[in-house]
Structures are given as structure tokens and as C-alpha cells.
């Protein structure tokens, strides 16, 4: 089982800018594909940027040309750099890794490992 530890959350106010962490135990980038979901209340949850193994990067729409997810493999750390924040972006952060099938990037249940989450409010 990976452990994945995400960190990096906060406050701030619509506009401005946060980079979540994704600390993962060993190096596990050439084995995994590696995502960023999030989950507001009483919402589902939703797949916001996928890094594959060969490192290409593919966004959701809503986060496209504000999100940006990388990866530090020396540190096997996951990253996600995320501007021009707006209240909806408020919810709870996840980073998972899993190897999700043709087209089913976005499939949450496709990722077996998950970290614990870290909270982003965005306050207008």
C-alpha cells in the first residue's frame, strides 16, 4: 500500500495563490499514475489533474490554465500549484495514485491509495 501524505492547505482570499504537497513513501511516479481530487460538502468528488507515469499532465476543465501538477521524483513529492483561487475552489484536497484503465482518469474509485486530505477555503 502507498502512503501518501498531502499538506499545503489553507485560507485565502479569491485571487491568490496555494501549492499543496503530496509526500509519497518511496518512489513510486514510474508505477502509478498520481492525482489530485477534491471534495466540497455535500458534493462528489472530482478529479482535478492526473500525472502519468510518462509525465504527461491532463486538467479538468474548471482548473485548466489555473492548476498546475508536478512532481519532485528525487523527493517523491507531488505537487499541485494552484492560482487565481476562487470560492469554489473550496473543499478538501486529495492526492491518490492508482493505474486507472482507458478513459477513466477521472474515475476516483480507479485510484487505490489516498492521502488524508488537507482543506482550501477560498474567501471572496
Known amino acids: 500500500q502507498v502512503q501518501l501524505v498531502e499538506s499545503g492547505g489553507g485560507s485565502v482570499q479569491a485571487g491568490g495563490s496555494l501549492r499543496l504537497s503530496c509526500a509519497a513513501s518511496?518512489?513510486?511516479?514510474?508505477?502509478?499514475?498520481m492525482a489530485w481530487f477534491r471534495q466540497a460538502p455535500g458534493k462528489e468528488r472530482e478529479g482535478l489533474a492526473v500525472?502519468?507515469?510518462?509525465?504527461?499532465?491532463y486538467y479538468a476543465d474548471s482548473v485548466k490554465g489555473r492548476f498546475t501538477i508536478s512532481r519532485d521524483n528525487a523527493k517523491n513529492t507531488l505537487y499541485l500549484q494552484m492560482n487565481m483561487l476562487k470560492p469554489e475552489d473550496t473543499a478538501m484536497y486529495y492526492c491518490?495514485?492508482?493505474?486507472?484503465?482507458?478513459?477513466?482518469?477521472?474515475?476516483?474509485?480507479?485510484?487505490?491509495?489516498w492521502g488524508q486530505g488537507t482543506q482550501v477555503t477560498v474567501s471572496s
Open positions: 500525472l502519468t507515469t510518462g509525465g504527461m499532465a
Open positions: 518511496g518512489s513510486i511516479y514510474s508505477s502509478y499514475y
Open positions: 491518490a495514485a492508482g493505474r486507472p484503465g482507458f478513459g477513466r482518469l477521472w474515475i476516483s474509485n480507479e485510484y487505490n491509495s
